[in-house]
């Protein structure tokens, strides 16, 4: 929850994004990969069939009023009271566009390792864990009663290949990816802090290859956030950065020419 002078900033920022911003279609990318990824993907001109597991999770969202205790883990969450399930759903979980574009970045991705910071609801799990079957996704939570509640809804809707971890991230990232071999995509939406965002896009990076792709949300949701992405922008280790406004894409893919890029989709 944001307060209405932090929301003036978010909008002043929304109208410098969209001026910014490459028109729709893809006009204005010089790169080919980008090119077509853009309208493959992002864009999502190629026909795409949705699962059915998120509207399954949003349903039983909805319905949830058990309370619980929020906690203070990352810049978001502000509220200190007991929380209805439903109304933390409603406010801090991913929108539909953006976790529609998360499922066809894995539908077209394939990973076999997916790391999710932040499971809060498991609404972006629940996208990412339905796009791609053979993927394993760990997902990191700190609040106990949001990884419980996390783990009954995602096996009611019968994804069954996800792992929720609690802890916090400084804590459990590291010991997570001692144990597997690589991280083919990660998505970044806990801590939205800079120190906190650029310390877990590099825990990742170590175990990240050409093909991996990072996606940072909320991007523009602070000034913090907005120098982190600037920072990440500048990484050595990332050739391609895509500023979507509500999230940021990272890719690696060696021997492409380092360039950042604005588009709407
Ligand atoms: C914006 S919510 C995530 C929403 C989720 N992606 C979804 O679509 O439902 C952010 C979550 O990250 C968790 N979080 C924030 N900072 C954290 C940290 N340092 N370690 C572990 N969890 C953290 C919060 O408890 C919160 O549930």
Redesign the pocket.
């Known amino acids: 929850m944001i307060n209405i002078k932090e929301r003036y900033k978010l909008l002043k920022r929304y109208v410098v994004y969209r001026f910014r911003a490459k028109m729709r279609g893809g006009h204005g990318i010089h790169s080919p990969f980008l090119f077509q990824y853009y309208n493959s993907v992002l864009y999502g001109k190629v026909k795409c069939s949705y699962s059915e597991s998120p509207k399954l999770l949003f349903k039983l969202l909805q319905q949830d009023t058990t309370e619980f205790e929020p ?1 203070s ?2 810049a ?2 502000t509220a200190t009271a007991p929380l209805q399930v439903r109304h933390f ?1 409603a406010s ?3 929108s539909k566009a953006d976790g529609k574009l998360l499922f066809r970045i894995a539908k077209d991705l394939k990973p076999k390792t997916v790391v ?9 799990t629940a996208y990412l864990a339905s796009a791609y079957g053979d993927a394993k996704v760990y997902t ?4 106990p009663q ?1 990884v419980s509640k996390a783990k009954v809804n995602l096996a009611t809707i019968g994804l069954t290949n996800v792992e929720c971890i609690e ?4 804590a459990v990232l590291p010991m997570l990816l001692e144990r597997i071999d690589r991280v083919d995509m990660a998505f970044i ?3 939205h802090t800079y120190d ?1 965002t650029l310390a877990n896009v590099d825990c990742i990076l170590r175990k990240a290859h050409s093909n991996t792709v990072i996606v940072v ?1 909320d991007i523009h949701w602070s000034e913090q956030m907005e120098r982190a992405w600037e920072a990440l922008k500048l990484d050595s280790r990332i050739s391609i950065a895509v500023d979507l406004f509500s999230l940021g894409i990272l890719f690696l893919r060696e021997g492409t020419a380092k360039h950042s890029i604005v588009l709407r989709y």
Do not use: P, R, W, Y
């Open positions: 906690t883990f990352g978001k969450t759903a801090s979980a991913i999710e910071l932040g499971t809060g609801a498991g609404v972006g990191v939570e700190a609040n949001l802890g916090q991230f400084s939406d806990g801590d906190a949300h």
